[in-house]
């Protein structure tokens, strides 16, 4: 599961399962004229509440998160998981909403309990729950909380592609590199170079090296070679799916925001991107990407 893919939204939704967990531990009423000594019950000695409200609302963020989380969101009868959070969401506000109005269900029917009213447990409990199934609705609609929830770590000095480290085994400046600059492998300082006779002797002090012909030409007639295309690391302000290189219209893997993917290959107007397993395709929506 990946939590750099979690929108604001989702940051929202999951302090509204937090605050209706607190809740649920609160008063579901209070009596006027009860002194502090009334025991009064909390929403976990209420079964119909417990359920209703408390466990659904909990229920539903929870399959909302995951959803979001998961490279590839399960599906239940045609629904994914996040479908069916919002739903829970839904149902926890209306039975809160319920709850408000007849804290104590059918008992007050009968009379002489109309001092009972909505405790500090069943407010929050609504406040919770709106919050709740407003973020899961309103995330998908509103920009403001599609934005990624953690920011994007930048990359520590991204590399072209296939690239490796200056300095290793094998590379200029390597330790225990023989070879130096110009001189052909296995040469030494004061060795025939090559193209002179067996037994000939460099330049001597003084003297001026023939050069060939074509080094002295001015550098100005040299043409500059052709701009070609650098790889970089991007992420993704919303996930996107990634295409197949072979143009087919299935995804092969959606990028989620919060994760940084090196572009290898300019394909038009898309880029041609690697994932961290080493899959590549075709990023064709390549609007707001952020490049490290």
């Keep these: 599961m990946n939590i750099r893919s979690l929108t604001r939204g989702d940051g929202v939704v999951i302090g509204a399962a937090v605050l209706l967990l607190i809740a649920s531990f609160l008063d579901i009423y209070s009596v006027e004229g009860a002194g502090d000594s009334a025991d009064i019950p909390s929403a976990w000695g209420s079964g119909p509440l417990l359920l209703s409200v408390t466990l659904a609302g909990i229920i539903g963020a929870a399959l909302i998160v995951v959803a979001r989380g998961l490279p590839q969101v399960p599906k239940i009868a045609g629904l994914d998981l996040g479908q069916f959070g919002i739903a829970f969401t839904v149902f926890a506000a209306w039975s809160a909403l319920g709850n408000i109005f007849d804290p104590v269900g059918g008992l007050d029917n009968d009379g002489g309990l109309s001092t009972i009213s909505a405790g500090t447990g069943l407010i929050l409990s609504l406040i919770a729950t709106l919050l709740l199934a407003g973020a899961a609705v309103a995330t998908p609609l509103v920009p403001a909380l599609k934005g990624p929830l953690l920011p994007a770590p930048k990359p520590a000095a991204p590399q072209p592609y296939g690239a490796q480290p200056q300095g290793g085994y094998g590379y200029p400046g390597a330790p225990g590199a023989q070879q130096q600059a110009g001189q052909p492998f296995g040469g030494q300082l004061g060795q025939p170079q090559q193209g002179q006779p067996f037994g000939a002797q460099g330049p001597q002090p003084g003297q001026q090296q023939p050069q060939p012909q074509q080094a002295q030409a001015p550098q100005a007639q040299q043409q500059p070679p052709a701009a070609e295309f650098s790889p970089f690391?991007?992420?993704?302000?919303?996930?996107?799916?990634?295409?197949?290189?072979?143009?087919?219209?299935?995804?092969?893997?959606?990028?989620?925001?919060?994760?940084?993917?090196?572009?290898?290959?300019?394909?038009?107007?898309g880029l041609v991107a690697q994932t961290q397993d080493g899959r590549r395709g075709v990023l064709q929506d390549t609007s707001g990407i952020q490049r490290g």
């Design 233 to 269: 690391w991007f992420a993704v302000p919303v996930p996107r799916p990634l295409y197949g290189e072979d143009g087919s219209p299935t995804p092969i893997a959606e990028l989620a925001p919060g994760t940084w993917y090196l572009a290898v290959e300019q394909r038009g107007p």
